[in-house]
């Protein structure tokens, strides 16, 4: 299946049925292992597209994988279905696990890291809520659909999969220079976890990459205190074939042991208390 899971990315560029080639491989996985897994729809996108997935297992603590809030980080999408290969060969005991490979469904069509909405290009991931969002939020139907499915599953661990900067990086990853959390410790013995096969950077999300109010790792932390991690993937928007298969290689044990290894309940204390200063996203931009 990685064979195949590579080959659709051989070619990627613009084209309208890059997303049917995804689908049809939710689908392959979940007939490969019938007992294992299933293909869902967690809602749908502006166009009435369906965001389609894989349930994994049946256990009563729910995870979340899910690639490509920016469409042309493909990468990410080939992680995502190379993990839910794995984990519906040989599922987490205890665990329903879901991955949602494709979040953006038209800006992966068009290899555009903006989704179109009914009212034009949004960024889906500054589309969320947050302590620093003073802005409204969730103008994508796919940004609402997830959240509203990570409130409704029980979501207690997730993982957020974008390329390219090699680095596992967990809250927060806000405007302000407050950036320690009850839980860095535990947060940064995950992500140690989590990169033994990639040697990633391990990071605060600000620190190790810039502050982005509206992204879904720190919204999922803030609103729910779920155990969240983005992965920054590879060295490249346009990864080639072997660079793919390497990708999916060192990241798909990382991934499964996070989930393993994550509190089995969501974090208690995960208030954001400190102070929002804008100007440290500013002085980003600037630099």
């Given at each position: 299946?990685?064979?195949a899971?590579?080959?659709?990315f051989?070619?990627?560029?613009?084209?309208?049925?890059?997303?049917?080639?995804?689908?049809?491989t939710?689908q392959?996985?979940a007939q490969?292992?019938?007992?294992n897994?299933?293909?869902?729809?967690?809602?749908?996108n502006?166009q009435?597209v369906p965001?389609?997935?894989l349930?994994i297992?049946?256990?009563?603590?729910?995870?979340l994988?899910?690639g490509?809030?920016?469409?042309?980080?493909?990468?990410s999408?080939?992680?995502?279905l190379g993990v839910?290969?794995?984990l519906?060969?040989?599922?987490?005991?205890?665990?329903?696990?879901?991955?949602?490979?494709?979040?953006n469904i038209?800006?992966?069509?068009?290899?555009?890291?903006?989704?179109?909405s009914?009212?034009g290009?949004v960024?889906p991931?500054?589309?969320?809520?947050g302590p620093?969002?003073?802005s409204?939020?969730?103008?994508?139907?796919s940004?609402?659909?997830l959240?509203?499915?990570?409130?409704?599953?029980?979501i207690?661990?997730?993982?957020?999969?974008?390329?390219?900067?090699?680095?596992?990086a967990?809250?927060?990853?806000i405007?302000t220079?407050d950036?320690s959390?009850?839980?860095?410790?535990?947060?940064i013995?995950?992500?140690?976890a989590?990169?033994q096969?990639?040697n990633y950077r391990?990071?605060n999300?600000t620190?190790v990459?810039?502050a982005a109010?509206?992204?879904?790792?720190?919204y999922?932390y803030?609103?729910?205190?779920?155990?969240s991690?983005?992965?920054e993937l590879?060295?490249?928007h346009?990864?080639?074939p072997?660079?793919?298969?390497?990708?999916?290689e060192?990241?798909?044990?990382?991934?499964r042991?996070f989930?393993?290894?994550?509190?089995?309940?969501?974090?208690?204390?995960?208030q954001?208390?400190?102070?929002?200063d804008h100007?440290?996203m500013?002085?980003?931009v600037?630099?």
């Amino acid at each position: 299946m990685l064979d195949a899971i590579i080959s659709l990315f051989m070619l990627a560029g613009p084209n309208p049925s890059n997303y049917e080639k995804v689908t049809d491989t939710l689908q392959q996985i979940a007939q490969q292992n019938p007992s294992n897994a299933r293909v869902i729809s967690i809602g749908v996108n502006d166009q009435g597209v369906p965001i389609q997935g894989l349930q994994i297992g049946s256990g009563q603590l729910a995870t979340l994988v899910v690639g490509t809030h920016h469409g042309n980080e493909y990468g990410s999408t080939a992680v995502a279905l190379g993990v839910a290969d794995s984990l519906a060969k040989a599922p987490i005991a205890g665990q329903t696990v879901y991955v949602i490979p494709v979040l953006n469904i038209s800006g992966y069509n068009r290899n555009s890291r903006y989704e179109t909405s009914l009212s034009g290009s949004v960024d889906p991931n500054r589309d969320y809520t947050g302590p620093c969002k003073f802005s409204t939020s969730y103008y994508l139907k796919s940004t609402k659909a997830l959240a509203d499915f990570i409130d409704a599953k029980n979501i207690v661990t997730s993982a957020t999969l974008h390329t390219y900067y090699p680095a596992v990086a967990y809250p927060w990853g806000i405007s302000t220079h407050d950036l320690s959390t009850a839980h860095d410790a535990q947060y940064i013995a995950l992500a140690r976890a989590a990169t033994q096969e990639s040697n990633y950077r391990v990071g605060n999300s600000t620190e190790v990459l810039y502050a982005a109010d509206g992204a879904f790792e720190d919204y999922a932390y803030w609103k729910h205190g779920i155990w969240s991690l983005l992965f920054e993937l590879g060295f490249s928007h346009g990864p080639s074939p072997a660079a793919i298969k390497t990708m999916v290689e060192v990241n798909t044990p990382g991934l499964r042991r996070f989930l393993e290894s994550a509190p089995k309940q969501r974090a208690s204390d995960h208030q954001f208390t400190g102070r929002c200063d804008h100007n440290v996203m500013q002085r980003i931009v600037r630099e």
